[in-house]
């Protein structure tokens, strides 16, 4: 893809909480601006050629492309879209996304490009969302005592079939599920920007012993813990 309309797109770095990206017409990124690479915990050498699927919840990476679609198949632009982005330490934020069709010098729609930034920024946020940022932040602050599904339900004042209804419309998976992908966010956060050992990880992350993480790590990025630093 042509990037010559984004000459200066390395302004894009110079601006906390806020990510920017290029796609081509596949989903695939061409560039991204340092916070999109720190949320997506890698180097932007390495999320080029990507897809948003690989570095991101499932459930949420399929939302980004599904409207990556939507927005080349119509050309119109989507403005501040809420939805749920996971940062770098696992912590899981309403942000106000927009998508623009990019059309090239030939007037041809050759991908997308967008940015996104969290709601706060934009003032208080929605009701409707703050049952699910009390949840989500409670369970963050608590992964490593253990946090329980009973336990969110609680803290939101919700009986356990509301929290399920409450987190799965919003995130197509079950509060445990979200608990898991929560704890193997973080893991994966500190393996790669702490010095921890590998078993103090588990400990911070709510496992009670090293083998039922390292099992849940395997199964979720196929990999041992310790793959993911020189020194484990």
């Given at each position: ?157 919700m009986s356990l079939s509301t ?70």
């Amino acid at each position: 893809m042509d990037l010559t309309a984004f000459a200066d797109r390395r302004l894009w770095d110079l601006i906390d909480h806020v990510s920017f990206w290029v796609k081509d017409r596949a989903g695939c990124f061409v560039w991204v601006n340092r916070n999109l690479a720190e949320q997506a915990q890698a180097s932007r050498a390495a999320i080029l050629g990507t897809k948003d699927s690989d570095w991101f919840f499932n459930e949420l990476a399929d939302v980004y492309m599904e409207d990556d679609v939507t927005v080349l198949k119509t050309q119109q632009a989507i403005i501040n879209k809420p939805e749920l982005v996971m940062s770098a330490d696992g912590e899981v934020v309403w942000h106000a996304t927009s998508k623009f069709p990019y059309v090239d010098v030939s007037g041809e729609v050759a991908g997308t490009y967008g940015m996104s930034q969290p709601m706060v920024a934009l003032g208080d946020l929605p009701a409707e969302y703050a049952d699910l940022s009390l949840i989500v932040s409670y369970a963050r602050e608590h992964l490593t005592a253990g946090v329980t599904v009973e336990a969110m339900a609680r803290k939101a004042n919700m009986s356990l079939s509301t929290l399920e209804r409450t987190v799965a419309r919003h995130l197509k998976i079950t509060p445990l599920k979200l608990l898991q992908r929560m704890r193997m966010h973080r893991a994966r956060h500190l393996l790669t920007t702490s010095h921890l050992k590998v078993g103090e990880i588990a400990l911070e992350c709510g496992y009670e012993s090293f083998s039922s993480f390292s099992r849940a790590f395997r199964q979720s990025y196929g990999c041992a813990p310790g793959s993911l630093r020189s020194v484990s």
